[in-house]
C-alpha cells in the first residue's frame, strides 16, 4: 500500500518534470525560430520602406519620365527625374570593372586550380582575399590619389573624377569574387575527366580549356553575374573616383554619377521628409535594389539548372 | 638511310610543338592573371603606407577632428569604431547564432524554412547602401532613435547577420551526426543536445565567421552616411543614444577635401583602420587553426 503511493507520487514527479522539460523546449524552440524569421522580417521592412516612399515618388514623377527621361536634376530649380543618366553611370563603371575582374578571375581561378602547387595555392589564395576585405572607402583613396593620376599622365584631357579610375579600382575588388567561386567551380570537376583527356594526349591547356572550364560553365558564369552584381551595388569607391555628375556618356574620362552615389550625395545634403528629393532616395534605392535582386537571383538559377552533376 | 619518321604519337613534329608552345603561353597568362590582383594589393598598401606612414603619430590617435590639418586626429572616429563594434557584435551574434540552430537543428524541411533560408542567401547580396536606407526609414525616422550609434549598430546589424549566420550553419553541419545521435540515446532533450554537445564544438567555426563578418561592418561607410553618422565631431560617445563617427566616415570626410594636408590625413587614418581590420583577421586566423589542430 504505501509502496503503491510512493510509486504514484514518483510517477507523478517524473510527469511534472517531463512537462516543464517540454514547455522549455518549446520556449526554446519558438525564440530560435524568431531569431530565424527576423531575416524574413528584414526582407519585408526593406521592400516595404522602399515601396511605400516610391509609390509616393511616382505620385508626383510621371513613371514614363522616371524611366525615359536623359536628365537626373532633382535637386536644381527646374527639376528633372530621369533615371537613366544614374543607370548609365551604374553600368558603365560595372562594364568596366567586368572587363578587367573576369577575364582576370577566371584565368587566377584556373591557375590555382589546374596549375599551382597545393603550396603555392595555400599562400596565393587567403591574399586575394583580402583584396574582398579592404573596405571601400581605401579603394576610392587609392582609385583618386593614385589610379587617376596615373591615367593622366597618359590621358591629360581626364577629368578628376572619372569613370575609368572608378572601373578599375572596383575591378580590382571583385577579382577575389570571381576567382574563388569559378575556382570551387572548377575543383568540383571530377579528375576523372582531367584523366580520361590526358590519357587521350591532350596538353594541360586542352585539358583546363576544353575539358574542366565546360564542364564548370555554371558556376564561373553564376561567379560572373554576383560579381557584376556587387560591382553595381559598390558605393564607396565610386563616390569618391567617379564624381557626382549625372552624365548620359559612353566616356570612361568624364565625370559621372552612379545611382549608389546619388543616393550617398543626396543623404549627406539636409533631406527633409516628405520633399521629392527625400523621396528619390528610395525610386533610385528601389531601382538599385531590383537590379541587384534579379542579377543574384539569376546567379542562383544558372547555377541549379546548368550544374553538371557526378556522383 | 636514316629511321623513317614517327607519325604516331609525336612530340617533335610541328603541330605538337605549337600545342606545346600554345601550353606554355597559356600558363604564363594565367600565372600572370593572377600577379594582378597580388601586385595591386602590394602597390595600394605601398601606396597608402607612403601618404599614411609619416602622419601618424600618438597625436593623431589621441586628438580630435580639427579645422587645421596639422592638429587633426581620429580620437571620436576610433572609439565610435569601438563603440559601434561591440555594440554591432551584441546585437548580431546571439541572434545569428539562434537562427542557425533553429535553422540546422529545429526546422522542420517544409516550404517556411525553405523560404528563410532562400532568403538569407538573398539578404547576403543586397548592396549595403540598401541597408542604409531600411535603416534610414526603421530606425532613425520610425523608431525615433535618431542619428545614434545605436541606429547605426543596428544598421550593420541586419548587414552582417546573413553573413553570420551562413558561417555558423556551416560550423553546426561540420559537427558529426554521431555526438547527437549518442546524446539523444542518453536521453537528452534537443536543447540539452544543442547547448551541451553541438555548440561548444561549433564555436570556434562560429567566432570565425562572426569575426570575418564583424570585420567588414568596420569597414563599412555607406549605410552608415544614410543612418547620419557625419565625419566631424569633437566628442567621443557616452551611450548608445549618441552621436559617432566612425574610421571609413572619418576618413571619406577627409579624402573628399581638395587639399593634400587632408589627403595625408586621410592615408594616415587608413593605416589605422587597416591594422584595426588585420587584428581582427589574424584572431579569426589563430581561432580557425586551433580549432582545425583539435579537430
Given at each position: 500500500m504505501?509502496?503503491?503511493?510512493?510509486?504514484?507520487?514518483?510517477?507523478?514527479?517524473?510527469?511534472?518534470?517531463?512537462?516543464?522539460?517540454?514547455?522549455?523546449?518549446?520556449?526554446?524552440?519558438?525564440?530560435?525560430?524568431?531569431?530565424?524569421?527576423?531575416?524574413?522580417?528584414?526582407?519585408?521592412?526593406?521592400?516595404?520602406?522602399?515601396?511605400?516612399?516610391?509609390?509616393?515618388?511616382?505620385?508626383?514623377?510621371?513613371?514614363?519620365?522616371?524611366?525615359?527621361?536623359?536628365?537626373?536634376?532633382?535637386?536644381?530649380?527646374?527639376?528633372?527625374?530621369?533615371?537613366?543618366?544614374?543607370?548609365a553611370?551604374?553600368?558603365?563603371?560595372?562594364?568596366?570593372?567586368?572587363?578587367?575582374?573576369?577575364?582576370?578571375?577566371?584565368?587566377?581561378?584556373?591557375?590555382?586550380?589546374?596549375?599551382?602547387?597545393?603550396?603555392?595555392?595555400?599562400?596565393?589564395?587567403p591574399?586575394?582575399?583580402?583584396?574582398?576585405?579592404?573596405?571601400?572607402?581605401?579603394y576610392?583613396?587609392?582609385?583618386?590619389?593614385?589610379v587617376?593620376?596615373?591615367?593622366?599622365?597618359?590621358?591629360p584631357?581626364?577629368?578628376?573624377?572619372?569613370?575609368?579610375?572608378?572601373?578599375?579600382?572596383?575591378?580590382?575588388?571583385?577579382i577575389?569574387?570571381?576567382?574563388?567561386?569559378?575556382?570551387d567551380?572548377?575543383?568540383?570537376?571530377?579528375?576523372?575527366?582531367?584523366?580520361?583527356a590526358?590519357?587521350?594526349?591532350?596538353?594541360?591547356?586542352?585539358v583546363?580549356?576544353?575539358?574542366?572550364?565546360?564542364?564548370a560553365?555554371?558556376?564561373?558564369?553564376?561567379?560572373?553575374?554576383?560579381?557584376?552584381?556587387?560591382?553595381?551595388?559598390?558605393?564607396?569607391?565610386?563616390?569618391?573616383?567617379?564624381?557626382?555628375?549625372?552624365?548620359?556618356?559612353?566616356?570612361?574620362?568624364?565625370s559621372?554619377?552612379?545611382?549608389?552615389?546619388y543616393?550617398?550625395?543626396?543623404?549627406?545634403?539636409?533631406?527633409?521628409?516628405?520633399?521629392?528629393?527625400?523621396?528619390?532616395?528610395?525610386?533610385?534605392?528601389m531601382?538599385?535594389?531590383?537590379?541587384?535582386?534579379?542579377?543574384?537571383?539569376?546567379?542562383?538559377?544558372?547555377?541549379?539548372?546548368?550544374?553538371?552533376?557526378?556522383? | 638511310?636514316?629511321?623513317?619518321?614517327p607519325?604516331?604519337?609525336?612530340?617533335s613534329?610541328?603541330?605538337?610543338?605549337?600545342?606545346?608552345?600554345?601550353?606554355?603561353?597559356?600558363?604564363?597568362?594565367?600565372?600572370?592573371?593572377?600577379?594582378?590582383?597580388?601586385?595591386?594589393?602590394?602597390?595600394?598598401?605601398?601606396?597608402?603606407?607612403?601618404?599614411?606612414?609619416?602622419?601618424?603619430?600618438?597625436?593623431?590617435?589621441?586628438?580630435?577632428?580639427?579645422?587645421?590639418?596639422?592638429?587633426?586626429?581620429?580620437?571620436a572616429?576610433?572609439?565610435?569604431?569601438?563603440?559601434?563594434?561591440?555594440?554591432?557584435?551584441?546585437?548580431?551574434?546571439?541572434?545569428?547564432?539562434?537562427?542557425?540552430?533553429?535553422?540546422?537543428?529545429?526546422?522542420?524541411?517544409?516550404?517556411?524554412?525553405?523560404?528563410?533560408?532562400?532568403n538569407?542567401?538573398n539578404?547576403?547580396?543586397?548592396?549595403?547602401i540598401?541597408?542604409?536606407?531600411?535603416?534610414?526609414?526603421?530606425?532613425?525616422?520610425?523608431?525615433?532613435?535618431?542619428?545614434?550609434?545605436?541606429?547605426?549598430?543596428?544598421?550593420?546589424s541586419?548587414?552582417?547577420?546573413?553573413?553570420?549566420?551562413?558561417?555558423?550553419?556551416?560550423?553546426?553541419?561540420?559537427?558529426p551526426?554521431?555526438?547527437?545521435?549518442?546524446?539523444?540515446?542518453?536521453?537528452?532533450?534537443?536543447?540539452q543536445?544543442?547547448?551541451t554537445?553541438?555548440?561548444?564544438?561549433?564555436?570556434?567555426g562560429?567566432?570565425?565567421?562572426?569575426?570575418?563578418?564583424?570585420?567588414r561592418?568596420v569597414?563599412?561607410?555607406?549605410?552608415?552616411?544614410?543612418?547620419?553618422?557625419?565625419?566631424?565631431?569633437?566628442?567621443?560617445?557616452?551611450?548608445?543614444?549618441?552621436?559617432?563617427?566612425?574610421?571609413?566616415?572619418?576618413?571619406?570626410?577627409?579624402?573628399?577635401?581638395?587639399?593634400?594636408?587632408?589627403?595625408?590625413?586621410?592615408?594616415?587614418?587608413?593605416v589605422?583602420?587597416?591594422?584595426?581590420?588585420?587584428?581582427?583577421?589574424?584572431?579569426?586566423?589563430?581561432?580557425?587553426?586551433?580549432?582545425?589542430?583539435?579537430?
Amino acid at each position: 500500500m504505501r509502496d503503491g503511493v510512493e510509486q504514484v507520487s514518483q510517477e507523478g514527479a517524473t510527469l511534472s518534470f517531463r512537462r516543464s522539460r517540454n514547455v522549455k523546449e518549446r520556449v526554446i524552440g519558438a525564440g530560435l525560430f524568431a531569431c530565424a524569421a527576423v531575416s524574413t522580417l528584414v526582407t519585408v521592412g526593406v521592400v516595404a520602406v522602399l515601396l511605400g516612399e516610391t509609390v509616393n515618388f511616382f505620385s508626383q514623377v510621371s513613371i514614363v519620365e522616371f524611366f525615359t527621361g536623359t536628365r537626373w536634376e532633382p535637386m536644381f530649380l527646374e527639376k528633372h527625374f530621369g533615371v537613366l543618366p544614374l543607370l548609365a553611370g551604374s553600368f558603365m563603371v560595372a562594364g568596366g570593372a567586368a572587363l578587367i575582374a573576369l577575364p582576370v578571375g577566371l584565368l587566377t581561378a584556373i591557375f590555382l586550380s589546374e596549375y599551382a602547387s597545393q603550396g603555392l595555392r595555400k599562400t596565393l589564395k587567403p591574399v586575394l582575399e583580402i583584396l574582398a576585405g579592404i573596405p571601400t572607402v581605401v579603394y576610392g583613396y587609392f582609385a583618386l590619389t593614385f589610379v587617376t593620376p596615373v591615367i593622366r599622365t597618359f590621358f591629360p584631357e581626364t577629368d578628376v573624377f572619372n569613370a575609368a579610375s572608378a572601373s578599375i579600382v572596383v575591378g580590382i575588388m571583385i577579382i577575389p569574387t570571381v576567382s574563388s567561386l569559378s575556382e570551387d567551380a572548377l575543383r568540383a570537376v571530377p579528375n576523372a575527366l582531367r584523366e580520361g583527356a590526358y590519357g587521350l594526349g591532350a596538353t594541360r591547356l586542352e585539358v583546363a580549356t576544353r575539358v574542366v572550364v565546360p564542364a564548370a560553365l555554371s558556376g564561373i558564369f553564376a561567379s560572373f553575374i554576383l560579381a557584376v552584381s556587387r560591382a553595381i551595388g559598390e558605393t564607396m569607391a565610386v563616390t569618391i573616383a567617379a564624381g557626382n555628375l549625372p552624365n548620359m556618356t559612353l566616356n570612361p574620362f568624364e565625370s559621372i554619377q552612379t545611382m549608389t552615389a546619388y543616393i550617398v550625395q543626396a543623404s549627406l545634403g539636409d533631406t527633409p521628409r516628405g520633399t521629392v528629393v527625400y523621396q528619390t532616395l528610395f525610386a533610385v534605392g528601389m531601382t538599385l535594389f531590383l537590379i541587384t535582386l534579379a542579377m543574384n537571383i539569376l546567379s542562383q538559377w544558372v547555377l541549379s539548372r546548368f550544374r553538371e552533376e557526378y556522383e | 638511310m636514316s629511321a623513317p619518321e614517327p607519325t604516331f604519337m609525336s612530340t617533335s613534329s610541328p603541330r605538337s610543338i605549337r600545342r606545346r608552345r600554345m601550353g606554355t603561353v597559356f600558363a604564363v597568362l594565367c600565372g600572370a592573371a593572377t600577379m594582378v590582383g597580388v601586385v595591386s594589393l602590394a602597390v595600394l598598401l605601398v601606396d597608402v603606407a607612403l601618404d599614411g606612414l609619416p602622419r601618424l603619430d600618438i597625436d593623431f590617435l589621441t586628438s580630435f577632428a580639427s579645422r587645421l590639418p596639422e592638429r587633426s586626429g581620429i580620437k571620436a572616429a576610433l572609439v565610435g569604431s569601438v563603440w559601434l563594434l561591440v555594440l554591432t557584435a551584441l546585437i548580431s551574434f546571439p541572434m545569428s547564432v539562434a537562427a542557425a540552430i533553429y535553422l540546422e537543428e529545429y526546422a522542420p524541411r517544409n516550404w517556411i524554412t525553405r523560404i528563410i533560408q532562400t532568403n538569407i542567401a538573398n539578404l547576403a547580396g543586397v548592396p549595403s547602401i540598401v541597408y542604409g536606407i531600411l535603416g534610414l526609414a526603421l530606425f532613425v525616422r520610425f523608431l525615433g532613435f535618431d542619428r545614434s550609434v545605436l541606429s547605426g549598430a543596428l544598421t550593420l546589424s541586419l548587414l552582417v547577420m546573413p553573413v553570420i549566420i551562413m558561417a555558423a550553419q556551416e560550423a553546426i553541419k561540420a559537427v558529426p551526426g554521431t555526438i547527437r545521435e549518442a546524446a539523444y540515446g542518453l536521453g537528452a532533450t534537443r536543447w540539452q543536445v544543442v547547448s551541451t554537445q553541438v555548440l561548444p564544438m561549433a564555436l570556434p567555426g562560429i567566432l570565425t565567421g562572426t569575426i570575418l563578418a564583424l570585420s567588414r561592418a568596420v569597414g563599412e561607410t555607406a549605410p552608415l552616411i544614410m543612418v547620419g553618422a557625419v565625419g566631424f565631431i569633437a566628442f567621443t560617445p557616452s551611450g548608445p543614444m549618441d552621436r559617432f563617427t566612425v574610421l571609413p566616415l572619418q576618413i571619406y570626410n577627409w579624402v573628399s577635401r581638395p587639399q593634400d594636408e587632408f589627403r595625408a590625413l586621410a592615408a594616415a587614418g587608413i593605416v589605422v583602420l587597416l591594422v584595426l581590420l588585420l587584428t581582427m583577421n589574424a584572431i579569426a586566423i589563430v581561432l580557425r587553426n586551433r580549432y582545425q589542430t583539435r579537430s
